[in-house]
């Protein structure tokens, strides 16, 4: 059974920092990964998707990563902005189609 | 104009009832799912729906149930509401098909609360 973790739950940094989000799922057997942002009472936007053959996707300030064999992903994130501040979830995309998602890491960036 | 939509936004409502929650995508997908989050903010998929047939359905009580009268609907009805069906409820909708297609896109929510 596929679970996905989430490290850290929270997270809190000054503004302009780089920061790591870290994501690890049990079962290697995945068909893509995918980053999602939620701001509270709204849904999840997509940020970015990894196909399982890719290493790494980028947009803008973000740079996602995957490492199947490991079963881990990790979202990087240059200089943060308090806009910046939402709920990260990292889910995977199994080759049923069902999408498993992480709890989620809390960030906040302070101004 | 919103892609996928959800009605209610919130409904409160007491044990026992029964209720609705429509959702519409106005994207051109194939696909459509309804996820539920708990109060520990975990996302779980519920069903998914693909050309109005059911293709994913978790191990979630019969007292719901999906209907998909078209491709753009996907509705869940419940019923004999109980205390721990509380959660926000998330409607979502993708293309089908390989890479990028796979992105699924999310409406706002429906926040039920059982009293």
């Known amino acids: 059974k596929q679970e996905v973790t989430q490290i850290p739950a929270a997270l809190s940094v000054p503004e302009g920092e780089n920061l790591v989000l870290n994501c690890s799922f049990t079962d290697s057997a995945i068909y893509n990964l995918q980053w999602f942002r939620q701001d509270p009472g709204k849904g999840l936007t997509s940020l970015l998707l990894i196909q399982s053959s890719q290493r790494e996707q980028t947009s803008g300030r973000l740079n996602a990563s995957l490492d199947k064999s490991s079963g881990r992903s990790t979202l990087y994130i240059a200089a943060s902005q308090p806009g910046d501040s939402a709920t990260y979830l990292c889910a995977v995309r199994s080759n049923t189609g069902k999408l498993i998602f992480g709890q989620g890491t809390t960030l906040q960036v302070k101004p | 104009d919103t892609a996928v939509s959800q009605t209610p936004k919130y409904l409160v409502t007491q044990m026992g009832n029964d209720k609705s929650i429509k959702c519409e995508q106005n994207?051109?997908?194939?696909?459509m799912y309804w996820y539920k989050q708990d109060s520990k903010k975990f996302l779980k998929i519920m069903f998914s729906?693909?050309?109005?047939?059911?293709?994913i359905n978790e191990t979630v009580p019969n007292r719901f149930s999906p209907k998909s009268p078209d491709k753009a609907h996907l509705n869940l009805h419940i019923n004999s509401l109980e205390l721990g069906d509380s959660a926000v409820y998330f409607c979502a909708s993708s293309q089908g098909g390989g890479g990028a297609k796979n992105i699924q896109y999310f409406g706002a929510g429906t926040r039920l609360s059982v009293l």
């Open positions: 729906y693909n050309n109005k047939e059911l293709i």
């Open positions: 994207l051109g997908h194939d696909t």
